[in-house]
């Protein structure tokens, strides 16, 4: 059994949980996961991922989950990525950046109708918050929503969303009052993306996560029936802010993942590979490598789960899930990085899935708060902690 199945840190029913997806991946994914980066991903491969039962392990039963936690939500994430990174990010950005929102904001009747569907893999969701004019700036949100008797009309673009041309609703944020503040006057809506003036502009062609597809929507008078404003009335930049948490924590279990399979395919390869007479391993430049690697990923398990469970006990994680979030994705550059190093040649082909591990890896600095602005948020937090006599 390897290391990351019998550490201490997780419970024994995580550990047999996490044997259970690997086992689902090794049958499911790792055989197509080099064809998968054709794209888009099968969405037969997401209803069975649904059906298993890895859609919904955050989410509450009344959404059709099994309510176990983000700790289990961060294995998913680990094993799926290990195997495919884009595929996970489509999974993810389904079930965790479109449904957690839902999850925790949604009236019972949204829930069955707009998540429940998510969960078993039937239908695909995504989040709209970049826009072509905003991306790190949030609060500068430009997309608007004005009332028409009982109806929203929505007007505005949605770039970068993940699922986006697949998707059958978007969580939008949507500026309501532009008279106040955006972080007063922003709503969160579900939108049904087959509703009139919806349209797709173009997948975007990306470097990495090629089984994944990620688009740039525009809304032209979308006209949206009542029901769908998720939580209250301005609430929506709350609602953002608790779903960046959980999506960051969630994110460095992905981050894991693409860092691990590089990381093992590494080690086997320097005590085949034989140069001066001797397993590559042997030489220094190349063993301390593999144990920069094996560092960074036991650390980076130890401050997912750390950020994971304090979220099931209902703490605030702002910084610990900005913290994993920065060092799990920072390391996934660096240990795709140094297992293509230490391939050497083979290592740039594709005869090795550690280049694409590397595209896919290089994402995670950017999507989801970029390095830069999660060093801005721990700082924050961290002067928060200061002024109010932590430190
Ligand atoms: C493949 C992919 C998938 C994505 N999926 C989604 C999705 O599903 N939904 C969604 O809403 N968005 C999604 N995004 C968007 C992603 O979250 C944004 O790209 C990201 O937040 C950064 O915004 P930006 O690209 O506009 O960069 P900008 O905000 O324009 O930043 C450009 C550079 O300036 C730096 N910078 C900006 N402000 C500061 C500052 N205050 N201090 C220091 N540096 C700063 C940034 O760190 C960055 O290096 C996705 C993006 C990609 C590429």
């Known amino acids: 059994m390897t290391e990351y199945l019998s550490n201490v840190l997780w419970t024994e029913d995580e550990i047999e949980f996490r044997k259970e997806v690997k086992a689902f991946c090794d049958k499911e994914i790792y055989p197509i996961a080099d064809e998968l980066d054709a794209g888009p991903y099968p969405r037969e491969l997401i209803r069975k991922i649904g059906k298993a039962g890895y859609m919904g392990v955050h989410h509450h039963k009344d959404a059709g989950g099994t309510n176990r936690g983000?700790?289990?939500?961060?294995?998913?994430?680990?094993?799926?990525?290990?195997?495919?990174?884009?595929?996970?990010?489509?999974?993810?950005?389904?079930?965790?950046?479109?449904?957690?929102?839902?999850?925790?904001?949604?009236?019972?009747?949204q829930k069955e109708k707009y998540l429940k569907p998510v969960v078993t893999g039937e239908k695909i969701g995504c989040i709209g918050i970049t826009e072509p004019d905003v991306g790190s700036d949030v609060a500068a949100m430009k997309t608007r929503a004005e009332k028409d008797g009982d109806e929203w009309v929505i007007n505005g673009e949605k770039r970068f969303i993940t699922n986006g041309s697949q998707a059958d609703y978007m969580c939008a944020f949507v500026v309501t009052d532009p008279s106040v503040k955006s972080k007063e006057g922003m709503t969160a809506f579900i939108i049904d993306t087959k509703s009139d003036g919806f349209s797709v502009v173009q997948d975007h062609d990306l470097l990495g996560m090629k089984s994944a597809r990620v688009s740039w929507l525009k809304m032209e008078d979308v006209r949206v029936p009542p029901g769908m404003v998720l939580g209250e009335l301005g609430q929506g930049f709350k609602i953002m802010m608790d779903e960046l948490?959980?999506?960051?924590?969630?994110?460095?279990?992905?981050?894991?993942?693409?860092?691990?399979?590089?990381?093992e395919i590494a080690v086997k390869y320097s005590t085949e590979r034989e140069q001066f007479g001797r397993q590559i391993r042997m030489f220094e430049g190349v063993s301390f490598k593999i144990?920069?690697?094996?560092?960074?990923?036991?650390?980076?398990?130890?401050?997912?789960?750390?950020?994971?469970?304090?979220?099931?006990?209902?703490?605030?994680?702002?910084?610990?899930?900005?913290?994993?979030?920065?060092?799990?994705?920072?390391?996934?550059?660096?240990?795709?990085?140094?297992?293509?190093?230490?391939?050497g040649g083979v290592g740039y082909t594709t005869d090795y899935p550690i280049e694409r591990f590397l595209r896919d890896a290089r994402l995670m600095t950017i999507g989801g708060g970029t390095a830069e602005i999660l060093r801005f948020i721990i700082q924050r937090e961290v002067f928060k902690e200061l002024k109010s006599g932590l430190i």
């Open 245 to 263: 948490d959980s999506e960051r924590t969630a994110i460095a279990g992905e981050a894991i993942g693409y860092g691990r399979t590089p990381y």
């Open 291 to 343: 144990a920069n690697m094996a560092m960074k990923l036991e650390a980076g398990r130890a401050l997912t789960l750390t950020a994971a469970r304090m979220y099931d006990k209902g703490m605030k994680i702002t910084k610990e899930a900005a913290i994993a979030k920065l060092y799990t994705t920072e390391a996934a550059v660096e240990i795709t990085n140094d297992a293509l190093q230490v391939l």
């Open 70 to 109: 983000l700790s289990y939500e961060v294995i998913v994430a680990e094993e799926i990525s290990a195997a495919n990174g884009g595929l996970d990010m489509a999974r993810m950005a389904t079930t965790t950046l479109y449904g957690m929102p839902l999850t925790k904001f949604g009236t019972k009747e």
